[in-house]
């Protein structure tokens, strides 16, 4: 643990409807010796709180742009959740930029949860975030999202201390004391993990795994951590999340079939917001086409009626791909093109002309190159005039060479940025 201070918990809640909860909570962790940063978002004024509050409400909803008292006015409840969990989220990246924060937690009902939820959302992968919910026991993809939260089910309502509270908030706070102090050891002194080897995320489908295999063995090589996501949805959002925490050297995004899915309404849609965190937050990236050829849904018997006449094949009993059209390959390569031409960092684009994914090449079942040339005509015209640089291959995009380049354009591309 870093000798100059304890760790520290950030609380985040509504003092205003859970005063005593919070209180009671706080002190529970002060005796575990962690110290303790209060952020307030509730509308209303402070009760049943006894102690300090770090982050009081009025700065909290300032920094989530909206007034306080303006929203307590008007009585929107919607629109105070959401300035409260943007206006947290301010608060608690501030914490984690100064090296001072070791873990969050939070505890309410479907506005807390949610408050909280936004609050934590963009904090780095490794930082403890737990919250106790009245919403755990249903659907906590809302909650959870792409990141690393852990949910404790309160059981009874967060609603008084009793018999019963105790013993879930106890727990609660112990469990962050203990994942705070174990985050505190092992990271440095401005916060972040101390790693040997850089991180780099990479994108991989079963029909692209000869690709990213050989481009993980070329980055490993060069020095390099290679994380692997599998583009299924929960993946590439899993890999956006972590490019927004600051943690990547760099990003090699050589699968981005789950825009199809996105396009197209496949089961493993990543969302509208896939392929965009990377470029935002300035991490280089490397960008292919991978399994853009295909949109997946379970069995063939659930594929909508819809989509009767179209190219099929059977992945096995569970999967079933359909290969996309020319339109919708013309429409995905302005999509990626837009979302690269918009990205703010370092990019590179990597085409393989020869083909997408493994049912992609002569004599397999997706091969069209009118397709293919409508998709990689489109994604060029799309990143025309910006910084992306363009590397166009006649390889497929399994092809060794074409993944050893690619990883290259990577190296290349942060060792460039780590000497400026």
Same mark, same amino acid.
């Given at each position: 643990?870093?000798?100059?201070?304890?760790?520290?918990?950030?609380?985040?809640?509504?003092?205003?409807?859970?005063?005593?909860?919070?209180?009671?909570?706080?002190?529970? %962790? $002060?005796?575990?010796? @962690? #110290? /303790?940063?209060? &952020?307030?978002?509730?509308?209303?004024?402070?009760? =049943?709180?006894? *102690?300090?509050?770090?982050?009081?409400?009025?700065?909290?909803?300032?920094?989530?742009?909206?007034?306080?008292?303006?929203?307590?006015?008007?009585?929107?409840?919607?629109?105070?959740?959401?300035?409260?969990?943007?206006?947290?989220?301010?608060?608690?990246?501030?914490?984690?930029?100064?090296?001072?924060?070791?873990?969050?937690?939070?505890?309410?009902?479907?506005?807390?949860?949610?408050?909280?939820?936004?609050?934590?959302?963009?904090?780095?992968?490794?930082?403890?975030?737990?919250?106790?919910?009245?919403?755990?026991?249903?659907?906590?993809?809302?909650?959870?999202?792409?990141?690393?939260?852990? %949910? $404790?089910?309160?059981? @009874? #309502? /967060?609603?008084? &201390?009793?018999?019963?509270?105790?013993?879930?908030? =106890?727990?609660? *706070?112990?469990?962050?004391?203990?994942?705070?102090?174990?985050?505190?050891?092992?990271?440095?002194?401005?916060?972040?993990?101390?790693?040997?080897?850089?991180?780099?995320?990479?994108?991989?489908?079963?029909?692209?795994?000869?690709?990213?295999?050989?481009?993980?063995?070329?980055?490993?090589?060069?020095?390099?951590?290679?994380?692997?996501?599998?583009?299924?949805?929960?993946?590439?959002?899993?890999?956006?999340?972590?490019?927004?925490?600051?943690?990547?050297?760099?990003?090699?995004?050589?699968?981005?079939?789950?825009?199809?899915?996105?396009?197209?309404?496949?089961?493993?849609?990543?969302?509208?917001?896939?392929?965009?965190?990377?470029?935002?937050?300035? &991490?280089?990236?490397?960008?292919?086409?991978?399994?853009?050829?295909?949109?997946?849904?379970?069995?063939?018997?659930?594929?909508?009626?819809?989509?009767?006449?179209?190219?099929?094949?059977?992945?096995?009993?569970?999967?079933?791909?359909?290969?996309?059209?020319?339109?919708?390959?013309?429409?995905?390569?302005?999509?990626?093109?837009?979302?690269?031409?918009?990205?703010?960092?370092?990019?590179?684009?990597?085409?393989?002309?020869?083909?997408?994914?493994?049912?992609?090449?002569?004599?397999?079942?997706?091969?069209?190159?009118?397709?293919?040339?409508?998709?990689?005509?489109?994604?060029?015209?799309?990143?025309?005039?910006?910084?992306?640089?363009?590397?166009?291959?006649?390889?497929?995009?399994?092809?060794?060479?074409?993944?050893?380049?690619?990883?290259?354009?990577?190296?290349?591309?942060?060792?460039?940025?780590?000497?400026?």
């Amino acid at each position: 643990m870093r000798p100059d201070r304890r760790p520290l918990v950030a609380l985040v809640g509504t003092l205003d409807t859970k005063g005593p909860e919070y209180a009671w909570t706080a002190a529970r %962790l $002060t005796g575990l010796g @962690v #110290d /303790v940063h209060v &952020v307030d978002v509730g509308t209303g004024e402070p009760r =049943g709180f006894p *102690a300090r509050v770090d982050s009081p409400a009025d700065e909290v909803f300032r920094a989530g742009g909206a007034d306080r008292e303006t929203l307590r006015r008007e009585a929107d409840r919607g629109a105070a959740v959401t300035a409260a969990g943007e206006g947290a989220a301010v608060v608690l990246a501030g914490l984690e930029r100064s090296g001072h924060l070791d873990g969050v937690l939070a505890l309410g009902g479907s506005c807390g949860s949610s408050i909280a939820a936004r609050a934590v959302r963009d904090l780095r992968i490794g930082l403890p975030k737990l919250i106790v919910s009245t919403m755990a026991s249903g659907d906590v993809a809302p909650y959870v999202g792409a990141g690393d939260v852990t %949910l $404790t089910y309160s059981v @009874v #309502d /967060v609603a008084g &201390v009793n018999q019963v509270s105790r013993l879930v908030l =106890g727990n609660a *706070a112990a469990a962050i004391a203990g994942m705070a102090a174990a985050h505190a050891a092992r990271t440095g002194a401005d916060g972040a993990p101390e790693t040997a080897r850089p991180l780099v995320a990479a994108s991989m489908f079963g029909v692209t795994t000869p690709a990213v295999d050989a481009a993980r063995n070329r980055l490993e090589k060069l020095g390099y951590e290679v994380l692997v996501f599998h583009a299924t949805g929960s993946g590439g959002r899993a890999l956006e999340a972590l490019a927004r925490s600051h943690v990547l050297a760099g990003v090699l995004d050589l699968t981005t079939t789950e825009l199809a899915d996105d396009l197209v309404g496949g089961v493993l849609s990543a969302g509208p917001e896939r392929l965009t965190a990377a470029g935002a937050a300035d &991490v280089p990236q490397v960008v292919s086409l991978g399994a853009l050829d295909m949109v997946n849904f379970g069995p063939r018997d659930t594929v909508p009626a819809a989509f009767a006449g179209r190219t099929f094949f059977e992945h096995n009993a569970t999967v079933t791909l359909m290969r996309t059209t020319v339109p919708e390959n013309a429409e995905l390569g302005r999509r990626v093109g837009r979302k690269l031409a918009a990205a703010h960092a370092p990019t590179v684009l990597v085409v393989p002309h020869g083909g997408v994914s493994a049912l992609d090449a002569p004599g397999q079942p997706f091969a069209d190159p009118d397709a293919d040339r409508a998709l990689f005509d489109a994604v060029t015209e799309a990143v025309a005039g910006s910084a992306v640089r363009v590397v166009e291959s006649d390889a497929h995009i399994n092809d060794t060479g074409f993944a050893e380049r690619a990883a290259d354009e990577l190296h290349a591309l942060i060792t460039t940025r780590g000497g400026d």
